[in-house]
């Protein structure tokens, strides 16, 4: 028998799909998942919790936190954006809760409830789950496609739905199809730069407005950061790596990065150490600094990188001493050595290529009935729950360009 669809991947987009498409009236739906568990990225996705969407719908902020793939998304979440897919979770029985950063999770804080969600929705819809089928080759037929699962087994689809996420066979799958790839290269990442002078600052959050930028001020991130014992983390960290992920790559993840840790002008800066100096000049520089927002910690750490006496009382210090403080409290320089360990959140920037894909349907513009959703093509977010937003997204949209191709059909 002949599938109206064979969705090649049991992860977030591909259960979307599958539940959208029979939801919207396909009769023969059928998931077909390499490993023996479907879903395993949800489980261990926010670190168990499951960080599956976020507050943010204004379509036009929405679409800023796509280094890839901003474009092509505005016309996607013109259809189901972060309100449907929290809509769609909520009538579907998860209880949600937004948190203070707009990161939206469900109330039990268990990942475990959007995998029975999905699959016991899915399963009371009719899509099939088959485990351990591993799709190892499509072709075309004169109906639609021959899908070669591992064990010799094939299966006939009018339709296809490649929903591999960042797993290398879906991306050959596509390619085999006439389809060209962007060269994945991983994204979401802490920077490594085995900086001395803040050895004893590791483990301190900043959770105040910082400024980075990296690759000659080309991209730039402000926000809160976390100091390691390899060098940076955070949210602004990883969203930096996300927006400069290709040309880090392509650097061999040597860079510079260049911070201003009070995300001040020049000007400002000089302005209240002139002020403090004023009014504190008995005090001594260590552990006594005009901004609060430092830690002492960090402060002490960077009057030690600039050679500064920290036994010195302000009204000593010399004006050479106050400019080069206020320079590196305003663009200290640090040298990106590699890139350091994931976060909790890890996607891979690129995939299918997006000029092949038409977005009002997912649809190939090179093969037609081969759809994609998901982390398989070149569409990626940075951390707070677009990633999943875009796979709710991508698969919502194929199913239903799916559904609306074969009612055009039949
Ligand atoms: C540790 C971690 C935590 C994360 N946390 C979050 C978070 O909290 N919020 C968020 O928005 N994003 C998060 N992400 C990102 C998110 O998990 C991915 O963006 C998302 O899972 C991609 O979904 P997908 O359906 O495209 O692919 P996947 O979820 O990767 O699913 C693809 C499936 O296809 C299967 N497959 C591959 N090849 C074949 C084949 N040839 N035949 C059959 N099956 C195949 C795979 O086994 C897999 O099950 C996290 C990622 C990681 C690694």
Redo the contacts with the bound molecule.
């Keep these: 028998m002949i599938s109206d669809l064979v969705i090649?991947?049991?992860?977030?987009?591909?259960f979307m799909g599958a539940i959208t498409a029979v939801g919207s009236g396909l009769r023969s739906v059928v998931i077909?998942?390499?490993?023996s568990k479907?879903?395993?990225?949800?489980r261990?996705?926010?670190g168990g919790r499951?960080?599956?969407t976020n507050s943010c719908c204004e379509i036009s902020n929405l679409v800023n936190n796509y280094p890839r793939g901003e474009k092509q998304l505005i016309s996607l979440f013109n259809r189901f954006s972060t309100t449907e897919a929290f809509d769609w979770f909520q009538k579907k029985g998860v209880n949600l809760k937004i948190e203070k950063d707009g990161r939206v999770f469900p109330c039990s804080d268990s990942s475990d409830e959007v995998i029975k969600c999905l699959t016991s929705v899915a399963k009371k819809s009719g899509v099939k789950v088959f485990t351990n089928?591993?799709?190892?080759h499509v072709s075309l037929t004169k109906e639609g496609f021959d899908v070669l699962v591992k064990g010799n087994i094939h299966l006939e689809a009018k339709n296809i739905l490649i929903?591999?996420?960042?797993?290398p066979?879906?991306r050959r799958?596509a390619k085999s199809l006439g389809h060209s790839i962007i060269q994945p290269v991983p994204s979401l990442f802490s920077f490594t730069t085995y900086e001395n002078s803040l050895k004893s600052c590791s483990g301190i959050t900043l959770d105040v407005q910082i400024k980075l930028t990296v690759d000659k001020k080309k991209y730039s991130e402000t926000g809160s950061i976390l100091i390691t014992h390899r060098g940076f983390s955070g949210p602004a960290i990883l969203r930096l790596s996300a927006f400069s992920a290709r040309n880090l790559h392509a650097n061999k993840y040597i860079g510079e990065l260049i911070i201003n840790w009070l995300c001040m002008s020049e000007k400002e800066v000089r302005s209240e150490i002139d002020l403090y100096k004023l009014e504190n000049g008995k005090k001594f520089l260590l552990n006594n600094k005009p901004f609060n927002q430092l830690p002492r910690s960090l402060w002490n750490a960077l009057l030690k990188s600039e050679k500064i006496d920290s036994k010195l009382k302000w009204a000593d210090l010399s004006k050479k001493d106050k400019e080069s403080l206020v320079k590196c409290l305003i663009m200290k320089s640090y040298s990106i050595k590699n890139r350091g360990p994931f976060g909790?959140?890890?996607?891979s920037a690129g995939g299918i290529s997006l000029k092949e894909i038409n977005f009002k349907t997912m649809e190939s513009k090179i093969c037609k009935g081969l759809f994609f959703?998901?982390?398989?093509i070149d569409i990626d977010?940075i951390?707070g729950?677009?990633?999943?937003?875009?796979?709710w997204t991508s698969g919502w949209v194929a199913g239903n360009a799916v559904v609306l191709k074969n009612n055009n059909s039949n």
């Design positions: 090649i991947g049991g992860g977030a987009s591909g077909l998942e390499s490993t479907v879903l395993e990225k949800v261990i996705s926010g499951c960080n599956l089928s591993h799709v190892k929903c591999t996420g960042g797993h066979s879906g799958l909790e959140e890890f996607v959703a998901g982390e398989v977010g951390t729950g677009f990633n999943f937003q875009h796979c």
